[in-house]
């Protein structure tokens, strides 16, 4: 694989431009259309920002990598780690000077929040367990808000932001509670609470999400569709948070393929 491609992991930056346009598809239908610039300058961001963060990422963990992950770019001697540091630097940069391009000032916050958030992340609460936990949470939920930005219509996205941020809280709480016995150099909530205390914890943040889920269809904005599609999802959470007391693994991958069923649900409640 080519070095920059395995550095950057250009699939999730092409997931999280996926995630960008399903949210101004929520936000604003087939009038997307009418926003075809801020679309691509947002896709900017988000690429430059995954780049920015997945490089930081293994600039930081290139001594741990050596052991775990030997094939990678840094450990491997492909890229050097000053050239790793100077890219991660250089792709924050961009990502906040083509946020400037954004309509409003809303968006330019969204993304300066994030990138905070994300340096926070990983030079402080990735090892925090809760805190980092939260951080990948809110993250993920601000990708949506920002889809909803950039065409003007943040708040038609609000809903599908916590349900994310939610999700995201519980199936990383489960990860967590999966990989108890090798997380010796983190703090996680399971290793603090114990992995039942924690599954609880992960349970409500699925169910709450539940709940969330029939606000769209009960204010008027969804119709039919979108309370049809997401029953689907919210089974899928529902039996997530019974199942991953005793098969973490299989909780986890639940909670992704629920999340998938929901994005489908509020895309047809956008263009329905």
Request: with cysteine; hydrophobic share 55%.
């Amino acid at each position: 694989m080519n070095r920059y491609v395995q550095l950057f992991r250009l699939g999730n930056c092409v997931m999280g431009v996926i995630g960008l346009v399903l949210a101004a598809l929520i936000a604003v239908g087939t009038d997307i259309v009418n926003y075809l610039y801020e679309i691509a300058v947002a896709s900017g961001v988000v690429v430059t920002f995954i780049i920015g963060g997945n490089t930081l990422n293994d600039y930081l963990d290139r001594e741990v990598d050596k052991q775990a992950h030997p094939e990678r770019p840094i450990p491997s001697g492909r890229i050097t780690p000053e050239a790793a540091r100077l890219i991660a630097g250089g792709a924050f940069v961009l990502s906040l000077g083509l946020a400037v391009l954004l309509q409003g000032v809303l968006s330019f916050a969204v993304v300066l929040v994030a990138i905070v958030l994300m340096l926070a992340y990983e030079l402080r609460t990735k090892k925090l367990g809760l805190s980092g936990n939260l951080s990948i949470a809110v993250l993920t939920g601000m990708l949506f808000l920002l889809g909803g930005a950039v065409v003007g219509n943040i708040s038609a996205t609000l809903a599908v932001a916590i349900m994310a941020m939610l999700a995201t809280l519980g199936r990383e709480i489960v990860k967590d509670v999966q990989d108890m016995s090798s997380d010796y150099d983190r703090r996680t909530l399971p290793q603090r609470i114990g992995a039942r205390k924690a599954g609880a914890v992960a349970s409500a943040a699925f169910l709450v999400a539940v709940a969330l889920s029939f606000e769209p269809y009960l204010a008027g904005r969804f119709g039919l569709a979108y309370l049809a599609a997401v029953l689907f999802a919210d089974a899928i959470f529902i039996y997530c948070s019974i199942v991953h007391f005793r098969n973490p693994m299989q909780g986890q991958r639940l909670a992704k393929y629920g999340m998938l069923t929901a994005l489908v649900a509020f895309l047809l409640g956008g263009l329905l």
